[in-house]
């Protein structure tokens, strides 16, 4: 923040220069200046969100319009053929996207009620008074610092059905000790999706803790006045409050969770066959190792686009009940 | 572990790409517009080629992916040409093959990439059509390099369209390894050279309590064992032209059979992942007492105090052969660019191929016959294996091959294996797929 502060701070200097002379000119100063001012306050961010982000989506939608090899000279524009090939059934492009797409909806749609739930739960005990809860709120936040590489090569090993620890102490307890967790479906989604929330349930649990200290004491006590149990309590008070952050949460995770990609490439690499390819990690294969950039921006577009109208749904959704 | 092949996975790289999207990454790489056939003009530039650099002091950035036990002895190698050419100074970049592959391209194309390096052959002819890197044929005359001091396959993998763009430095191929301390207790004394008496050794290392001898992986290096097996029943995986994938003939449907009867005759358990069964092979005890892998596992079986024993492919099919790939020397668009660069470059392939029975030291094949037969190699721990030198088989030099073959027979290879389709329709599928691709990539390149 600091950091933003002072350009703008100098913008507004500058902008009150303006002001004068804009009085000069006979216009409405007020209006004028109101005019720019927030945009030289934005421009900061602005600059690097054009720079960064706008600029380079649309540079991809041209890209999507070519056959685009960056490393060969000519690079033909070839229209819509990318993204007509998407929904050509007999092409090579429309098998393997629409197979990397289901596999990101079958890994989102398991994922993200999991996400959901477990932290919120996990925030309800955090959020308790007992001995050492500085320490287990700091054990479960500790999977979330590591990288994907660490998690999913160690987790790629201790699943292993062959040499792995999962299945050795399950034999040991006397269960079956022969899944193939890293090359078999469905075994495969579970791992993949339980490597997934023991990774990242810290991060929504930390939200969750913060909604739940903002809920006002008060509001606690006239329930418990009332005579609400724990469990109405829990249904009146504390959902009602944690709405927002629950929102929050939950586009979040459902982006994060439609984005997943190294769990994937380093845990099973996709096995058996491509069933556990998803589409960030088709759209690497196709643009960085197949250079084929034009066929992997028109996969990046139908994917945003989908994207797009689940969080519309999503939002949809949630403005519904509010009206209840 | 570090593999000489583009199958290994770059993590950090892939992350920080995947989430900013085809976009971005493409944005950095198509700076300049300058056209290919400018950057490959090059090809005539410097002068006649006498082996000694005599121009100004220069520069040279030279790129490879010796990551593994092959690293220490390249820069062994680099320090020792740099006292000798005071006058070319060399950077050396060491690079994943993974990541390798993906960057030269870009690097390149943008003007900040390798003067000179090191790549597998079955890459130079897609990076000669990318126009990455330039013909060094000149080099190869200098050299006295002749077909006859070659295994004639690596001598014409290395060539593509008349031109040739590598310098071989050496040969690695598969080979089979087994345990030391299980053939003993198995009675095993020699090793097996055949189907029959391969199947024996796996029967006798059962009964002395090995209860799974030999681990089919069903990723790397499972496609190489598919290739090797093919080769030996007879089969081609490619047309030589590069319009059509075969590898789903009788022969490749045989070998693939092969290798899944491994796991259904109990050889095998059933789902090995992803270097599973190499961390197998080094547990003590073994949990698979043979295994086949490539031979630049050598230093690492050794760092591990492994007591390993090491042999070529035994014969399945009806002849000997096994895939193998070779490391070749080349020089980039880049440097063709600057005479004097240009020429350095040739000094620096000139001197390092001149000392590459010190190479044998990183447990590779020394390319070149007279080196092979010298004494580092005779004594070294692949000498079985560079006995073996002409069974040996290359893919043919097809630009864009090693990513076709990445999306189709390896799918199918770890399909197959993992049990969940029949050797045959994973093959038929894949096969299929992979001459559509073959046939889109001939009208992208040109034939």
Redesign the interface.
């Known amino acids: 923040m600091a950091v933003t502060t002072t350009p703008a701070t100098a913008a507004g200097r500058r902008e009150g220069d303006a002001i004068a002379a804009g009085g000069r000119g006979g216009g409405s100063p007020a209006l004028r200046s109101h005019g720019i001012t927030p945009w030289l306050f934005l421009a900061p961010y602005l600059v690097l969100f054009l720079a960064?982000v706008i600029a380079?989506?649309v540079?991809?939608i041209w890209?999507s319009l070519h056959?685009?090899?960056?490393?060969?000279?000519g690079k033909p524009f070839v229209g819509l053929d990318n993204y007509t090939a998407l929904f050509d059934p007999d092409s090579?492009a429309y098998e393997?996207f629409w197979r990397s797409m289901r596999a990101t909806a079958i890994f989102t749609i398991l994922s993200v009620p999991l996400l959901i739930v477990i932290p919120l739960l996990v925030a309800l005990a955090m959020n308790q008074k007992f001995r050492g809860r500085n320490a287990f709120r700091a054990i479960y936040f500790a999977p979330y610092v590591l990288?994907?590489?660490v998690v999913?090569?160690m987790w790629?090993?201790l699943l292993?059905?062959?040499?792995g620890m999962v299945n050795y102490y399950l034999g040991k307890l006397g269960l079956p000790d022969?899944i193939?967790w890293?090359?078999?479906v469905p075994a495969a989604w579970f791992a993949l999706v339980g490597v997934t929330v023991w990774w990242t349930l810290g991060f929504n649990a930390v939200i969750y803790l913060a909604g739940l200290q903002d809920i006002p004491k008060e509001l606690y006590e006239a329930a418990e006045v009332d005579g609400a149990s724990a469990w109405q309590r829990f249904r009146n008070v504390t959902l009602p409050g944690l709405r927002p952050v629950t929102i929050f949460v939950l586009m979040v995770t459902i982006i994060a969770s439609a984005?997943m990609?190294?769990q994937a490439?380093?845990m099973t690499?996709g096995?058996?066959?491509?069933e556990t390819r998803t589409a960030?990690?088709q759209?690497?294969?196709t643009?960085?190792?197949?250079?084929q950039?034009g066929s992997?921006?028109a996969m990046?577009y139908v994917l945003t686009l989908v994207l797009m109208i689940t969080s519309l749904v999503v939002f949809w959704l949630l403005r519904e009940r509010s009206a209840d | 572990m570090t593999r000489p092949d583009s199958t290994n996975?770059s993590?950090?790289r892939?992350?920080a790409?995947?989430?900013?999207?085809?976009?971005?990454?493409?944005?950095t790489?198509?700076g300049g517009g300058k056209?290919?056939?400018e950057a490959a003009g090059g090809t005539d530039s410097g002068s006649e080629f006498t082996g000694k650099y005599t121009g100004p002091a220069v520069t040279l950035s030279y790129w490879n992916g010796f990551t593994g036990g092959d690293g220490p002895f390249m820069d062994e190698l680099v320090k020792r040409f740099q006292t000798e050419n005071p006058k070319i100074t060399i950077k050396q970049n060491t690079i994943q093959w993974a990541d390798f592959y993906?960057k030269v391209?870009?690097a390149v194309?943008a003007g900040k990439g390798p003067d000179v390096g090191v790549m597998h052959q079955d890459q130079l002819a897609t990076n000669a059509v990318?126009?990455?890197i330039v013909p060094v044929d000149d080099v190869a005359s200098a050299l006295g390099l002749k077909e006859s001091d070659f295994s004639p396959q690596n001598w014409k993998a290395g060539i593509y369209q008349d031109k040739r763009y590598g310098i071989p430095l050496d040969v690695h191929s598969l080979a089979m390894y087994w345990r030391e301390d299980a053939a003993e207790s198995a009675g095993m004394t020699d090793p097996p050279t055949d189907a029959d008496s391969f199947d024996q050794a796996l029967q006798a290392l059962q009964k002395s309590g090995q209860d799974e001898p030999f681990?089919m992986p069903?990723?790397w290096p499972s496609h190489l064992i598919f290739l090797s097996l093919l080769w030996q029943n007879g089969g081609e995986p490619y047309a030589e032209d590069g319009s059509k994938a075969t590898f789903d003939s009788e022969e490749g449907i045989e070998a693939l059979t092969w290798q899944v009867e491994q796991i259904k005759k109990g050889y095998s358990?059933?789902?090995?992942?992803?270097d599973?069964q190499y961390?197998?092979f080094k547990?003590n005890p073994p949990?698979t007492a043979i295994t086949w892998d490539g031979i630049w596992q050598i230093n690492d079986l050794k760092g591990a105090d492994v007591p390993f024993g090491i042999a070529p492919l035994p014969k399945i099919g009806d002849q000997e052969a096994v895939w193998a790939n070779s490391h070749n020397f080349f020089i980039s668009s880049q440097a063709s660019k600057d005479d004097n660069k240009f020429d350095a470059a040739r000094v620096f392939i000139d001197w390092m191929s001149k000392q590459s029975a010190e190479w044998a030291g990183a447990g590779m094949v020394p390319a070149r016959k007279s080196i092979r037969e010298g004494s580092e190699v005779t004594s070294s721990t692949q000498a079985p294996i560079a006995e073996s030198i002409d069974t040996m088989r290359f893919l043919p030099p097809v630009p864009?091959l090693g990513?076709v073959q990445?999306?189709t027979l390896e799918?199918a290879v770890?399909?197959a294996t993992?049990l969940?389709?029949s050797p045959e329709d994973a093959l038929k599928d894949a096969a299929g797929?992979a001459t559509?691709?073959m046939e889109?990539n001939l009208k992208?390149y040109g034939s």
């Open positions: 960064f380079p989506a540079y991809g890209i056959d685009w090899d960056y490393t060969l000279p090579l393997r990288g994907v590489a999913a090569v790629r090993f292993d059905n062959n040499i022969d193939a890293t090359t078999s984005n990609f190294g490439y380093l690499r096995a058996p066959g491509t960030i990690y759209i690497a294969e643009g960085l190792r197949q250079f950039m992997a921006a990046s | 996975f993590r950090r892939f992350l790409v995947g989430g900013g999207v085809a976009a971005g990454a493409a944005l790489a198509c056209s290919a056939d993906q391209p870009a194309t990318r126009k990455i681990w069903s990723r358990p059933e789902n090995v992942a992803i599973t961390v197998g547990n949990k864009g990513d990445a999306q799918i770890n399909e993992l969940k389709t797929k559509t691709a889109e992208k």
